[in-house]
C-alpha cells in the first residue's frame, strides 16, 4: 500500500502482510507520521522570551529571539527581507495593530548547529498601548527551506501606573523660524510597583498625553 502525504512533501510505502490487524497498521502510521513530522519541524528550533512581564504603556518592550539551526546548513539572513515576524494578541483575542514591518539591521549567517540570539524592542512595531494582557509568538521564515518556524507564546501585561508629578514646558525655539510658537512637552513621573518594589519612571508626552515620545524607568523609588 502506498500513502502519498503531500502536506509533508514525502512518500510512504507501506506493505502489508496477511494477518496484520488494522490496528497495528494504524499505529504503525501514526508512529511513522510523529517522527517524520519531528524531523521535519526539529530543524530549526525558534525560542522567545521576555526580560519582564509588566510593562507601562508605550514602554520599551525587550525580547529575546534565539534560533538553533539544525538544517546541516548555513542559513542567511539579509536585512531588507521580513524573515523575523511577530504575531500578537490580546487577551479578547483581538489582533494587535502593526505599525511598521520588524527589522534587523544586519546581515546574518548561522551555521549549522549554531546558536543565534537577537535582542529587539517590539514596541515600535506594535501597538501595545492599550491597557491589557498580550500573548507574543516569533516565527522565523527560513527561505532556503520555504518554511516558517514558530516559538512557544509568551505572555505580558501592560498597566497605567500611578501620576505623582507633571510640569507642561516649552521647548526652546527654532532659531530659524522665530516667528512659530514654541512647542510643548508635558514631563511626568509615573510611580509602577513592577516587582515587589516600587519603580519611578520618566514620560514625555505632548500637553494633551494623546502622543508620548519617550517612558523610561529610573530605579526603584524610595518613599
Same mark, same amino acid.
Given at each position: 500500500?502506498?500513502?502519498?502525504?503531500?502536506?509533508?512533501?514525502?512518500?510512504?510505502?507501506?506493505?502489508?502482510?496477511?494477518?496484520?490487524?488494522?490496528?497495528?497498521?494504524?499505529?504503525?502510521?501514526?508512529?511513522?507520521?510523529?517522527?517524520?513530522?519531528?524531523?521535519?519541524?526539529?530543524?530549526?528550533?525558534?525560542?522567545?522570551?521576555?526580560?519582564?512581564?509588566?510593562?507601562?504603556?508605550?514602554?520599551?518592550?525587550?525580547?529575546?529571539?534565539?534560533?538553533?539551526?539544525?538544517?546541516?546548513?548555513?542559513?542567511?539572513?539579509?536585512?531588507?527581507?521580513?524573515?523575523?515576524?511577530?504575531?500578537?494578541?490580546?487577551?479578547?483575542?483581538?489582533?494587535?495593530?502593526?505599525?511598521?514591518?520588524?527589522?534587523?539591521?544586519?546581515?546574518?549567517?548561522?551555521?549549522?548547529?549554531?546558536?543565534?540570539?537577537?535582542?529587539?524592542?517590539?514596541?515600535?512595531?506594535?501597538?501595545?498601548?492599550?491597557?491589557?494582557?498580550?500573548?507574543? !509568538?516569533?516565527?522565523?521564515?527560513?527561505?532556503?527551506? $520555504?518554511?516558517?518556524?514558530?516559538?512557544?507564546?509568551? /505572555? *505580558?501585561? &501592560?498597566? =497605567?501606573?500611578?501620576?505623582?508629578?507633571?510640569?507642561?514646558?516649552?521647548?526652546?525655539?527654532?532659531?530659524?523660524?522665530?516667528?512659530?510658537?514654541?512647542?510643548?512637552?508635558?514631563?511626568?513621573?509615573?510611580?509602577?510597583? !513592577?516587582?515587589?518594589?516600587?519603580?519611578?519612571?520618566? $514620560?514625555?508626552?505632548?500637553?494633551?498625553?494623546?502622543? /508620548? *515620545?519617550? &517612558?523610561? =524607568?529610573?530605579?526603584?523609588?524610595?518613599?
Amino acid at each position: 500500500m502506498a500513502l502519498d502525504s503531500r502536506k509533508q512533501g514525502l512518500r510512504f510505502s507501506l506493505a502489508t502482510r496477511k494477518g496484520v490487524s488494522m490496528r497495528r497498521l494504524g499505529l504503525a502510521l501514526c508512529a511513522l507520521f510523529w517522527m517524520t513530522s519531528s524531523s521535519l519541524w526539529a530543524q530549526v528550533k525558534v525560542e522567545l522570551s521576555l526580560k519582564q512581564k509588566r510593562f507601562l504603556p508605550h514602554e520599551r518592550i525587550f525580547v529575546t529571539v534565539k534560533l538553533t539551526n539544525f538544517t546541516g546548513r548555513d542559513l542567511r539572513f539579509s536585512p531588507t527581507s521580513e524573515w523575523l515576524r511577530f504575531y500578537a494578541e490580546s487577551t479578547s483575542r483581538k489582533i494587535v495593530p502593526k505599525k511598521s514591518p520588524v527589522t534587523v539591521e544586519a546581515d546574518w549567517v548561522v551555521k549549522s548547529s549554531e546558536v543565534a540570539t537577537i535582542d529587539l524592542n517590539v514596541e515600535p512595531f506594535y501597538d501595545f498601548s492599550s491597557l491589557d494582557r498580550y500573548r507574543l !509568538r516569533a516565527s522565523v521564515w527560513i527561505e532556503a527551506l $520555504r518554511r516558517e518556524f514558530s516559538s512557544d507564546e509568551v /505572555t *505580558f501585561h &501592560v498597566f =497605567p501606573g500611578v501620576k505623582i508629578w507633571e510640569q507642561v514646558f516649552g521647548m526652546p525655539p527654532d532659531p530659524e523660524k522665530p516667528e512659530v510658537a514654541p512647542e510643548l512637552r508635558k514631563y511626568a513621573l509615573i510611580q509602577y510597583k !513592577r516587582t515587589d518594589k516600587p519603580v519611578l519612571y520618566f $514620560r514625555l508626552t505632548n500637553p494633551e498625553e494623546t502622543k /508620548t *515620545f519617550e &517612558v523610561y =524607568p529610573f530605579g526603584t523609588s524610595v518613599s
